[in-house]
């Protein structure tokens, strides 16, 4: 286990073995200005990777019912200044990760790395990061509304 305030975890190999649970709770005893001096470079592309890798696993399908879009997730802080964009699509009570970038999506969701991490985790609510303006949202705010709900965040029970 991390001591409160490290994030070496990060750095291990291991990162993509590390249960939900498990996860949760090292984002949690990591301090903030550890996660996002931890998450640039090598690291911050794996730690990304293994976030879109596993959403498909942590979708609500009973909850995605009847939503149907495609949502761009906008991670600044890439090399040279730049924003690395994952999309996913989320219809017929699955999410599905897209490698293409044909059709708009519906919702736009730009943030951090750091910040990211904590949503997914259940270390950070996405509401008080966008009155923070840690993360903003752009395109179908209804829809965008519903989005935390679709998926489970914090450690699955």
Request: glycine share 8%.
């Given at each position: 286990?991390?001591?409160?305030?490290?994030?070496?975890?990060?750095?291990?190999?291991?990162?993509?073995?590390?249960?939900?649970?498990?996860?949760?709770?090292?984002?949690?005893?990591?301090?903030?200005?550890?996660?996002?001096?931890?998450?640039?470079?090598?690291?911050?592309?794996i730690?990304?990777?293994?976030?879109?890798?596993?959403?498909?696993?942590?979708?609500?399908p009973?909850?995605?019912?009847?939503f149907?879009?495609?949502?761009?997730?906008?991670?600044?802080?890439?090399?040279?200044?730049?924003i690395?964009?994952?999309?996913?699509?989320v219809?017929?009570?699955?999410?599905?990760?897209?490698t293409?970038?044909?059709e708009?999506p519906a919702?736009?969701?730009?943030t951090?790395?750091?910040?990211?991490l904590?949503?997914?985790?259940?270390?950070?609510?996405?509401?008080?990061?966008?009155l923070?303006?840690?993360?903003?949202?752009?395109?179908?705010?209804?829809?965008?509304a519903?989005l935390?709900?679709?998926?489970?965040?914090?450690?699955?029970?």
């Amino acid at each position: 286990m991390a001591e409160r305030g490290s994030a070496r975890w990060l750095e291990s190999d291991d990162f993509a073995a590390l249960d939900h649970g498990e996860l949760a709770r090292l984002v949690d005893r990591t301090s903030e200005r550890e996660l996002r001096h931890r998450l640039i470079g090598g690291v911050r592309e794996i730690a990304l990777r293994e976030i879109f890798r596993r959403m498909p696993e942590y979708l609500r399908p009973a909850r995605a019912e009847g939503f149907d879009a495609i949502v761009a997730w906008q991670i600044t802080g890439a090399s040279g200044g730049g924003i690395d964009e994952y999309r996913i699509r989320v219809s017929d009570g699955a999410c599905r990760i897209l490698t293409d970038h044909d059709e708009p999506p519906a919702i736009s969701v730009r943030t951090d790395p750091a910040t990211l991490l904590k949503i997914v985790t259940g270390n950070e609510d996405p509401v008080l990061a966008v009155l923070k303006q840690r993360l903003s949202v752009r395109g179908d705010l209804a829809l965008a509304a519903r989005l935390s709900k679709l998926f489970v965040v914090g450690p699955k029970v």
